[in-house]
């Protein structure tokens, strides 16, 4: 357990284009901005520095409908501005100032939905990570499985100190990160499906492009809400999905049903034939319900639920195991230590722990994001980010070369600029090994 002061932080932000519209929910994303933070702390006499970004996300971490894309961008400045502010002078272990963070940010801007108050503290939370990780001259993965981060000293009530210890002991090195490939609910599925506006880049666009060009064999599928037209779509997805080989799916809901409907909806999927394969290869759904009323009351479905942006605080994941939930994602914009204590929570109660993508873009980002699913053990990951966008825009020419250098295994340079190594549908990871934190 390392103790630290923070004596400064700062952050900066760069404009990220999308060279394919990102679609979730009822919002469609063509540009937004990707938040880089640095700070400097104090450890036992000496002084480091550490860096961390994420794409700040519109109309997810809030959803209100009086709010537009660009207003819900600059709630989250406005966020990690009290963030940055906050965090110098605190003191204690990572856990300990992420905590104080929290709670600073709870009382200064209580009318701001919970889930966007994560991402400032998350944000300045991974530069501590790395940060510390310098310091001590250890990789991710090793200060985790060491508790450098003093989790267990600060061990919630739910668990017990020693389920924590033994989940934190069992993380290994990073070798390699299976993806599991996004498809939007008004994505094309077949090169044919691809308008004029193909971007001309060389990259593929359609489902079938992608699976081709990357061999994923694991996909994320977005729903609109609609039961028929969602429906639908599988139907069409599984009849280009069945030609190939194992497969695995989830689903991902993004707060769009009401319980009734969605029972209703699953039954409909479970009852028609040519879904029998699909239906199988369903391994979950991402919160299906309105974050305002998915847990309030006990859930029951056919297949397992877990929660994604109920997963708002600390404790949300214990109080969803108890309501009935087979789990919760990890996001990295959502707290790398919550992440950390939540796969103890999912190892004592034999629940899920999937890896979800907030778009995390090719870089420091992404590789922060790969260290955390790598040490939490998750069978695949989502990514979209360098599907959607990439190429480390707006970075400097040393970073993108520095990088490039140090994770020639995860990155490679290619005509559209920095791009992921994708081969068999995986990315090894072995180069996240080196102490920091993905940087």
Same mark, same amino acid.
């Given at each position: 357990?390392?103790?630290?002061?923070?004596?400064?932080?700062?952050?900066?932000?760069?404009?990220?284009?999308?060279?394919?519209? !990102?679609?979730?929910?009822?919002?469609?994303?063509?540009?937004?901005?990707?938040?880089?933070?640095?700070?400097? %702390?104090?450890?036992?006499?000496?002084?480091?520095?550490?860096?961390?970004?994420?794409?700040?996300?519109?109309?997810?971490?809030?959803?209100?409908?009086?709010?537009?894309?660009?207003?819900?961008?600059?709630?989250?400045?406005? #966020?990690?501005? &009290?963030? #940055?502010?906050? @965090?110098?002078?605190?003191?204690?272990?990572?856990?300990?100032?992420?905590?104080? +963070?929290?709670?600073? +940010?709870?009382?200064?801007?209580?009318?701001?939905?919970?889930?966007?108050?994560?991402? $400032?503290?998350?944000?300045?939370?991974?530069?501590?990570?790395?940060? %510390?990780?310098?310091? #001590?001259?250890?990789?991710?993965?090793?200060?985790?499985?060491?508790?450098?981060?003093?989790?267990?000293?600060?061990?919630?009530?739910?668990?017990?100190?020693?389920?924590?210890?033994?989940?934190?002991?069992?993380?290994?090195?990073?070798?390699?990160?299976? +993806?599991?490939?996004?498809?939007?609910?008004?994505?094309?599925?077949?090169?044919?499906?691809?308008?004029?506006?193909?971007?001309? *880049? $060389?990259?593929?666009?359609?489902?079938?492009?992608?699976?081709?060009?990357?061999?994923?064999?694991? !996909?994320?599928?977005?729903?609109?809400? *609609?039961?028929?037209?969602?429906?639908?779509?599988?139907?069409?997805?599984?009849?280009?999905?069945?030609?190939?080989?194992?497969?695995?799916?989830?689903?991902?809901?993004?707060?769009?049903?009401?319980?009734?409907?969605?029972?209703?909806?699953?039954?409909?999927?479970?009852?028609?034939?040519?879904?029998?394969?699909?239906?199988?290869?369903?391994? !979950?759904?991402?919160?299906?319900?309105?974050?305002?009323?998915?847990?309030? /009351?006990? #859930?029951?479905?056919?297949?397992?639920? %877990?929660?994604?942006? &109920?997963?708002?605080?600390?404790? /949300?994941?214990?109080?969803?195991?108890?309501?009935?939930?087979?789990?919760?994602?990890?996001?990295?914009?959502?707290?790398?230590?919550?992440?950390?204590?939540?796969?103890?929570? @999912?190892?004592? @109660?034999?629940?899920?722990?999937?890896?979800?993508?907030?778009?995390?873009?090719?870089?420091?980002?992404?590789?922060?994001?790969?260290?955390?699913?790598?040490?939490?053990?998750?069978?695949?990951?989502?990514?979209?980010?360098?599907?959607?966008?990439?190429?480390?825009?707006?970075?400097?020419?040393?970073?993108? @070369?520095?990088?490039?250098?140090?994770?020639?295994? %995860?990155?490679?340079?290619?005509?559209? $600029?920095?791009?992921?190594?994708?081969?068999?549908?995986?990315?090894?990871?072995?180069?996240?090994?080196?102490?920091?934190?993905?940087?």
């Amino acid at each position: 357990m390392t103790t630290l002061t923070i004596l400064s932080a700062t952050w900066s932000e760069r404009p990220v284009s999308m060279r394919l519209p !990102f679609q979730f929910g009822s919002t469609e994303v063509r540009e937004t901005a990707e938040a880089h933070a640095r700070v400097e %702390i104090e450890v036992s006499g000496t002084r480091v520095t550490g860096r961390s970004a994420q794409l700040m996300v519109p109309r997810w971490f809030n959803k209100s409908a009086e709010m537009s894309n660009a207003d819900t961008i600059d709630e989250l400045r406005g #966020v990690v501005d &009290s963030a #940055v502010a906050g @965090a110098p002078g605190l003191r204690g272990t990572a856990l300990d100032v992420t905590r104080a +963070l929290r709670d600073g +940010l709870d009382r200064a801007l209580p009318h701001t939905p919970p889930l966007a108050r994560c991402f $400032g503290p998350a944000l300045v939370e991974m530069a501590v990570i790395d940060a %510390i990780c310098t310091a #001590v001259r250890l990789p991710f993965w090793k200060a985790a499985r060491d508790d450098v981060f003093g989790l267990v000293s600060g061990c919630p009530n739910d668990l017990s100190p020693a389920d924590l210890s033994r989940s934190l002991a069992s993380i290994s090195a990073p070798e390699a990160l299976v +993806l599991r490939h996004t498809v939007g609910f008004d994505a094309p599925l077949r090169q044919a499906d691809v308008g004029r506006d193909r971007p001309e *880049d $060389g990259r593929p666009v359609s489902l079938d492009e992608v699976i081709e060009d990357t061999g994923v064999s694991a !996909f994320k599928i977005k729903l609109k809400g *609609d039961p028929d037209a969602d429906h639908r779509r599988l139907c069409d997805i599984a009849g280009l999905l069945d030609k190939g080989g194992d497969y695995a799916v989830t689903l991902d809901a993004n707060e769009q049903y009401a319980p009734g409907d969605f029972g209703a909806f699953l039954s409909a999927l479970a009852k028609d034939a040519t879904l029998k394969r699909f239906f199988s290869a369903v391994r !979950f759904v991402e919160q299906p319900f309105p974050r305002e009323i998915a847990l309030t /009351a006990p #859930v029951e479905a056919s297949i397992p639920l %877990i929660i994604d942006e &109920s997963d708002d605080t600390e404790d /949300a994941f214990a109080r969803a195991l108890a309501l009935g939930w087979s789990g919760t994602s990890i996001k990295s914009c959502k707290g790398v230590l919550r992440a950390l204590i939540n796969k103890a929570r @999912a190892e004592v @109660a034999g629940a899920i722990l999937s890896g979800e993508d907030l778009t995390c873009q090719p870089g420091i980002c992404w590789l922060q994001d790969a260290a955390m699913m790598s040490a939490c053990g998750v069978r695949d990951v989502e990514r979209n980010g360098h599907h959607f966008a990439g190429g480390m825009q707006g970075a400097p020419d040393e970073e993108r @070369a520095m990088l490039l250098e140090r994770h020639g295994d %995860i990155l490679m340079q290619d005509r559209n $600029g920095v791009a992921l190594r994708i081969a068999g549908g995986s990315v090894e990871i072995g180069s996240l090994a080196r102490p920091g934190f993905g940087c």
